[in-house]
């Protein structure tokens, strides 16, 4: 009888020592990873909250770098804007002189031959490329969006038109917020097909205005280059136009951007205060458990001791 209440009271010691072991381990743990809870058995509600919230910090990063893709690609594209505004405005300055005509033939000449360096260099910025993605192509982001024949002068767009609602490449970038990243190229800068140049489903917009430029030219014909100088400033008014809508968007991004960062402080505060634990607190903690394992640990190997003097 003696033996078995011995067994017994030792088993349940032992038992006593390893949960306490696991009571220290487990608050050295809390120290480490500063957290109050490592698993949610722990704190069913906390944890239930704490996964929510890293769920909305989630959805929230997810948000800030869609903001920060459609940055870059809308800044990509409003340099393409610029740089084709200023190229029309020497186009521009240069339709004027060959029309005044002052230096005759010859200089007309000279105009044209640099119109048609400007016109090339224009079709490359329709072409842009960022990232492995035509910024004007539309929902075809893959495809060249233009193709030029340099003999005959054809400027043929190959993206989506602005005609389809499906041209419009969108990220989201807050819950239920979505903003378009993109102008259809066609829309921007046109097309032209010189054996149709009066059909408007294939010579419009921009390039129609630079290709009917070009024939005025080749023709030396004063008057019919100067009937483009209202075009050539109507399109640099249309460039103009689409750029600053982008402008506006760019301006909606960075003002979502801030709200975002402000809600994930916010979160990000309110997680910590549920799941971080004071690293005082924690240590104390420690302490305590740290205590209690060795004072269990003492009765132990004082009951070990006894057991051992009662078998001699």
Do not use: W
């Not at 032209?192 to 630079?210: I, R």
């Not at 799941?275 to 458990?289: D, H, M, P």
């Amino acid at each position: 009888m003696i033996v078995r209440t011995t067994s017994y009271t030792n088993q349940s010691i032992l038992n006593s020592v390893l949960e306490q072991e696991a009571k220290l381990f487990d608050a050295y743990n809390k120290i480490n990873s500063n957290k109050k809870f490592t698993n949610i058995s722990e704190n069913p509600i906390d944890a239930s909250s704490v996964i929510g919230l890293n769920n909305q910090l989630n959805r929230i990063g997810s948000y800030v770098k869609n903001i920060q893709t459609a940055t870059t690609q809308i800044n990509v594209q409003d340099t393409a804007f610029s740089t084709t505004i200023d190229k029309l405005q020497r186009i521009n300055d240069l339709a004027i002189q060959a029309a005044n005509g002052a230096g005759g033939p010859e200089s007309i000449k000279a105009c044209q031959t640099e119109i048609e360096e400007l016109k090339k260099s224009i079709v490359a910025l329709a072409n842009t490329e960022y990232n492995g993605i035509y910024i004007f192509a539309g929902a075809n982001s893959e495809t060249v969006p233009y193709t030029y024949n340099e003999e005959t002068g054809e400027i043929l767009y190959n993206g989506t038109p602005g005609s389809d609602p499906n041209f419009e490449r969108k990220l989201e970038i807050s819950e239920g917020v979505k903003i378009g990243i993109n102008a259809a190229g066609d829309s921007v800068f046109g097309a032209y097909d010189p054996a149709n140049p009066d059909d408007p489903d294939s010579s419009y917009g921009l390039f129609k205005v630079l290709g009917d430029l070009s024939t005025a030219l080749e023709n030396g014909d004063q008057e019919a280059i100067r009937a483009q100088l209202d075009n050539i400033q109507g399109s640099i008014d249309h460039v103009s136009e689409t750029q600053s809508i982008f402008s506006a968007s760019v301006a909606k991004l960075e003002m979502t951007q801030t709200n975002l960062e402000n809600t994930k402080l916010a979160l990000t505060s309110q997680k910590q205060n549920l799941e971080e634990i004071e690293q005082a607190t924690a240590i104390s903690n420690f302490l305590k458990e740290n205590y209690a394992y060795q004072a269990s640990m003492q009765v132990f190997m004082q009951m070990q001791n006894n057991s051992l003097m009662n078998y001699m």
